[in-house]
């Protein structure tokens, strides 16, 4: 068929062949190709993260890169990450997305994708992040309901534990009496 091009892609650590047209982005053909929706489509501009993806270890804005650009590539998206995490002798879901959960930081979860996927990427490279380099490494990712708080504490329970310590509790809990 004209204008379609075939791709191959590494997607969650596996191999997909996909037909798609030839100027559709990688968020197009993860959502309405292969039905991979946990990528989502927010701004289409580039703006506010909610289609991020990892490309070789990199978070992405799907919504920018073009699909054909993807190929030869490791693409990971939000639902690869679980089970990518049993493939390497973890169990349940990743780290980082459990952090999520016991946090409180996935409020409506539009943009949890997206920042769960950022956050991996900065904990893969940094296991010691700052504060700051946390809030930089999210900085593309724009959260609707203003639940930044608890999604930086979330990032920090996820490195403290990967490193073996115990975390602080979130800070509202701190002031407890």
């Given at each position: 068929m004209?204008g379609?091009?075939?791709?191959?892609?590494?997607l969650?650590?596996d191999?997909?062949?996909v037909?798609?047209?030839?100027?559709?982005?990688?968020?197009?053909?993860?959502?309405?190709?292969?039905?991979?929706?946990?990528?989502k489509q927010g701004?289409?501009k580039?703006?506010?993260?909610?289609c991020?993806?990892?490309?070789?270890?990199?978070?992405?804005?799907a919504c920018?890169?073009?699909?054909?650009?993807?190929?030869?590539k490791?693409?990971v998206?939000i639902?690869?990450?679980?089970?990518?995490?049993?493939?390497?002798g973890?169990?349940?879901?990743?780290?980082?997305?459990?952090?999520?959960?016991r946090?409180?930081?996935?409020?409506c979860?539009?943009?949890?994708?997206?920042?769960?996927?950022?956050?991996?990427?900065?904990?893969d490279?940094?296991p010691?992040?700052?504060?700051?380099?946390?809030?930089?490494?999210l900085?593309g990712?724009?959260?609707?309901?203003?639940?930044?708080?608890q999604i930086?504490?979330?990032v920090e329970?996820?490195?403290a534990?990967?490193?073996?310590?115990v975390?602080?509790?979130?800070?509202?809990?701190?002031?407890?009496g």
């Amino acid at each position: 068929m004209p204008g379609l091009r075939s791709l191959n892609l590494t997607l969650n650590g596996d191999l997909v062949q996909v037909a798609a047209p030839e100027h559709w982005t990688l968020l197009e053909v993860l959502r309405y190709s292969l039905g991979l929706t946990g990528s989502k489509q927010g701004c289409d501009k580039g703006d506010c993260g909610a289609c991020t993806v990892l490309m070789d270890g990199e978070p992405v804005l799907a919504c920018l890169t073009l699909a054909a650009a993807a190929e030869g590539k490791q693409i990971v998206t939000i639902e690869g990450l679980a089970p990518l995490h049993k493939r390497a002798g973890g169990s349940g879901v990743d780290p980082v997305q459990d952090a999520f959960d016991r946090s409180g930081a996935l409020q409506c979860g539009f943009c949890q994708p997206g920042m769960i996927l950022s956050a991996k990427a900065l904990l893969d490279k940094n296991p010691k992040p700052t504060r700051d380099e946390i809030k930089q490494a999210l900085s593309g990712n724009l959260c609707r309901c203003t639940g930044y708080t608890q999604i930086l504490e979330a990032v920090e329970v996820a490195a403290a534990e990967a490193r073996g310590e115990v975390p602080p509790g979130p800070r509202w809990r701190r002031f407890e009496g």
